[in-house]
């Protein structure tokens, strides 16, 4: 009895002792098979690039924003190059105003040494309409604004969206907002009209979207092709119907020149961000 209890004992455990290395085996060939896949999928970026610029007027009554010089080049030529240092090797980018000029300038990539093609909007869409109509986005890929100055790292916000899983990956910058004015807090329930604090040009923190995306292919489901539609919109979209939306939020410098405040700061701060922005321009130029 004591013998047949003992067997059946070793044999229970040696079952759970290869069931767990069974599941230890199976989790590593997921793990791996993953990180395999990771590799193979090719790295696209779409670039919106067809906005008019209104905030920059007049100057982009002539340039197109994303030809805007920050020191001494293009912001979109330091934004292809950026890509190009964190492998990827294909952009799409979709022009309105003054496409032209943009397309003159960026040919068809080989400069870079990735392949640069295009999607002219006939009629505005939106800031993010334009994807429904792009050919071939069957694999997760990155959006982002075609006028941000950062050094954040476009390859490891899409190995965080491949890992999460989620429909949409936003990258997301604390932003710090000065009120200009004196605010008053009524806080009494009784008497509305009692003033209860005053604050003088307060500030208040905000987690903003970068203008840095990345989404899976499910995503563009949730765009009609030829609709006008904005980033804010598809991303409420995506969670009325249940998806998964994260944020990313990387240390990293960025403005956005589409505003006059940020273009003057990119214009004094350029020489001094180089070497974050542009390192391989820097080696280059130590060589």
């Known amino acids: 009895m004591t013998l047949a209890k003992d067997c059946r004992e070793d044999f229970a455990s ?15 060939a997921t793990r791996s098979s993953r990180d395999r896949s990771r590799d193979a999928t090719p790295k696209r970026a779409v670039v919106l690039a067809g906005g008019v610029g209104a905030r920059l007027r007049p100057y982009t009554a002539v340039i197109p924003k994303p030809l805007m010089p920050v020191g001494d080049r293009p912001i979109l030529d330091i934004v292809m190059r950026q890509l190009r240092r ?3 090797e294909q952009v799409t980018v979709a022009t309105g105003h003054l496409a032209q000029l943009i397309e003159t300038f960026f040919g068809d990539g080989s400069n870079y040494g990735m392949k640069i093609d295009y999607y002219r909007e006939d009629e505005a869409l939106g800031t993010v309409g334009a994807l429904a109509l792009i050919d071939e986005l069957d694999v997760p890929f990155l959006v ?6 950062t050094d954040l790292d476009y390859d490891e ?11 949409a990956t936003i990258a997301v910058t604390t932003k710090t907002i000065q009120v200009s004015l004196g605010v ?7 008497d509305a009209d009692r003033v209860t604090d005053y604050v003088e040009k307060p500030t208040l923190d905000y987690e903003a979207s970068m203008g840095v995306y990345c989404f899976s292919p499910r995503a563009i489901r949730y765009i009609r092709p030829g609709e006008r539609l904005d980033f804010p919109d598809l991303v409420l979209r995506l969670l009325r119907a249940g998806e998964v939306v994260n944020a990313w939020r990387p240390d990293a410098y960025w403005l956005d020149i589409g505003r006059h405040d940020d273009y003057e700061q990119a214009m004094e701060e350029f020489e001094r961000m180089r070497p974050r922005l542009l390192p391989d321009d820097t080696e280059a130029l130590r060589r």
């Open 157 to 167: 916000i899409l190995t965080k969206h491949l890992d999460g899983g989620a429909a």
């Open 14 to 28: 040696s079952v759970v002792t290869a069931t767990d290395t069974d599941d230890d085996s199976t989790s590593r």
């Open 144 to 149: 982002m604004n075609g006028d941000i100055l």
């Open 184 to 190: 008053m807090h009524f806080g009494d329930e009784r």
């Open 86 to 88: 964190h492998g990827f």
